[in-house]
Structure formats: C-alpha cells, structure tokens
C-alpha cells in the first residue's frame, strides 16, 4: 500500500508560479509511473502530468505545456509539479497518482490517488 501526500498549494495571482510536491510512504515509487492531475469546482478530473519510473520519459496536457514541469526524486520518494505563468483556469484541487506506466497513467488508470491540494489562481 503507497500512501501520497500533496503540499504545496494555495493562493497565487495570475502569472505567479507554485510548486506542488507529493510524498510517498508506504512503499517505494521509483517502479511506478506517477503523474498530476487536477479538478476544478463542477468538472470531472482531468489529466495534468505524467513522469516514467526512470524519470526519463514525461507527457504533458495541451492546456499546460510549456508552462509545467513534472520531475520525481526516487531517492526521497518524492514527486514535484512546478507551475509557472499561471491563470485563472489553473484553479483546481491538484491530486498525485501513481500507476503501473505512464499509459495507464494517461487513460486514468491509477492504482493511488492522493488528498489533494487546492491552487487558487486570481486575476
């Protein structure tokens, strides 16, 4: 069993940057795909991130290109999405997943899900 925590969250105007970080417990990530993914109030969630095990191979929503990055740090089990040039349509709880590959990652195939942490973008 892999528990994930998010930190990292809160209150930015728009343009700002944030940095989300998910911690492990449980059980080592490093075999596993993890990926980000977010849900705005009255929406479903949706797909932000991926990242491979080996941290070599990493897969974007077209909404955030460009502007995100996802790395992980398997010697602290640890997995970070840093956010630059935020808007307003940023604003959502973002989740941390982890999945058998980055494939199932994509589809919203998930084994664990964090709490999420709530990012708030002004304008």
């Known amino acids: 069993q892999v528990q994930l925590a998010e930190s990292g969250g809160g209150l930015v105007q728009a343009g700002g940057s944030l940095r989300l970080s998910c911690a492990a417990s449980?059980?080592?990530?490093?075999?596993?795909?993890m990926g980000w993914f977010r849900q705005a109030p009255g929406e479903g969630r949706e797909f932000v991130a991926v990242i491979s095990a080996s941290g070599a191979g990493t897969y974007y929503a077209d909404s955030v290109k460009g502007r995100f990055t996802i790395s992980r740090d398997n010697a602290k089990n640890t997995l970070r999405l840093e956010m630059n040039s935020l808007k307003p349509e940023d604003t959502a709880v973002y989740y941390c997943?982890?999945?058998?590959?980055?494939?199932?990652?994509?589809?919203?195939?998930?084994?664990?899900w964090g709490q999420g942490t709530q990012v708030t973008v002004s304008s």
């Open positions: 449980g059980r080592t990530i490093s075999s596993a795909a």
């Open positions: 997943a982890q999945g058998k590959s980055t494939t199932a990652v994509r589809f919203y195939q998930v084994d664990y």
